[in-house]
């Protein structure tokens, strides 16, 4: 498809603000806590292996003077993931581009980098929110078709989760992709980390304030290592509001919406690349398609990537599925 006066008509007016109108974008946080393993390039495979150690038991049983124990074994869990291709490109013709006062390609290369980001979030998202340890709001709801318009998220079902990832020795997390970067890691406050969307943050504040165990993000005792988009702090978990929560439409009684919850540890996930493909951007000029655009009469602009996220560690990972407030 082309982008022309049609999507973009002439600037009529005498006066012309340069200044576009911000966009508005969710806030991308789902790939902030992943462990990153790329893939090097020309290894003639795309698919990544995480490995997981298992642990021991304890060795409770005495030692006999003299005689060796039998010993242990080294027990492995191979999780493989395929890493895939995603992208996407607009065109401009050549009449956009010498009647426009915008930096149409200049534009379009900010909107096509918004769309990567917007995907790849949404990608780690789906496989985050189709992990196996779920907690459902509401009495002896089994099943997101279960909950029901009242089944409003609560400090139980929260308390659920953290004893949960407790009882399966889940570590809190302690460092996040740096969002500067986008590869390096950058310490913060240790805690299990919850994203949740900005409408089911309100109930879980005024629940939490309400029983004098909410800390607002201003005031930690320490500003430093406070990630963007926190809102605040219950019991040992700390808030991220996204309006790139999931959200599953009119999947509960009812048809209503029901909406996750995620509440995990350090390892829960991880996410892949192939080393030198993670993303590009690509623009091509007008006249660059040679005897394909004989009259240069169009530019592209798009991206491309290789992307797979996967969930590392199912016991460290809980999902609350709830009504709307």
């Known amino acids: 498809m082309r982008t022309t006066r049609t999507q973009i008509p002439a600037e009529v007016n005498n006066f012309y603000?340069?200044?576009?109108?911000?966009?508005?974008?969710?806030?991308?946080?789902?790939?902030?806590?992943?462990?990153?393993?790329?893939?090097?390039?020309?290894?003639?495979t795309s698919t990544i292996k995480f490995r997981r150690y298992g642990n021991l038991t304890a060795?409770?049983?005495?030692?006999?003077?003299g005689v060796t124990p039998a010993g242990s074994q080294l027990s492995v869990t191979d999780i493989t993931a395929v890493v895939k291709q995603y992208g996407d490109y607009i065109t401009v013709s050549d009449v956009l581009t010498y009647e426009s006062e915008d930096a149409v390609l200049m534009e379009a290369a900010e909107i096509m980098?918004?769309?990567?980001?917007?995907?790849?979030?949404?990608?780690?998202r789906d496989i985050l929110c189709a992990g196996t340890g779920v907690v459902y709001s509401g009495?002896?709801?089994?099943?997101?078709?279960?909950?029901?318009?009242?089944?409003?998220?609560t400090l139980a079902n929260l308390d659920t989760a953290i004893a949960t990832l407790k009882a399966n020795n889940a570590r809190k997390v302690t460092r996040q992709i740096d969002a500067t970067t986008g590869y390096n890691?950058?310490?913060?406050?240790?805690?299990?980390?919850?994203?949740?969307?900005?409408?089911?943050?309100?109930?879980?504040?005024?629940?939490?304030?309400?029983?004098?165990?909410?800390?607002?993000?201003?005031?930690?005792?320490?500003?430093?290592?406070?990630?963007?988009?926190?809102?605040?702090?219950?019991?040992?978990?700390?808030?991220?509001?996204?309006?790139?929560?999931?959200?599953?439409?009119?999947?509960?009684?009812g048809s209503i919406d029901v909406y996750c919850t995620l509440v995990f540890g350090a390892n829960a996930y991880g996410i892949s690349r192939i080393s030198g493909e993670a993303l590009k951007n690509i623009v091509k000029p007008l006249g660059s398609a040679g005897s394909a655009d004989p009259l240069d009469q169009r530019a592209t602009s798009?991206?491309?990537?290789t992307f797979v996220a996967k969930i590392l560690n199912e016991d460290f990972i809980q999902r609350i599925e709830s009504a709307k407030v």
């Not at 996204?242 to 009119?250: E, H, L, P, S």
């Open 113 to 124: 980098g918004d769309q990567n980001g917007d995907t790849l979030d949404q990608l780690t």
């Open 302 to 305: 798009g991206w491309k990537a």
């Open 17 to 44: 603000s340069r200044t576009l109108l911000e966009r508005a974008v969710a806030l991308l946080v789902h790939t902030r806590w992943a462990q990153v393993r790329d893939i090097p390039k020309n290894v003639g």
């Open 139 to 153: 009495t002896g709801n089994t099943a997101t078709a279960d909950v029901a318009a009242g089944d409003v998220i």
């Open 59 to 65: 060795a409770t049983t005495p030692l006999t003077e």
């Open 185 to 253: 890691t950058s310490p913060i406050r240790a805690a299990f980390i919850s994203i949740i969307n900005p409408v089911i943050a309100v109930k879980v504040r005024t629940l939490a304030v309400a029983a004098s165990q909410w800390t607002p993000v201003e005031k930690y005792p320490s500003q430093s290592g406070v990630m963007e988009g926190e809102i605040g702090a219950y019991e040992d978990i700390r808030f991220v509001e996204t309006n790139n929560a999931k959200v599953k439409t009119g999947q509960g009684t």
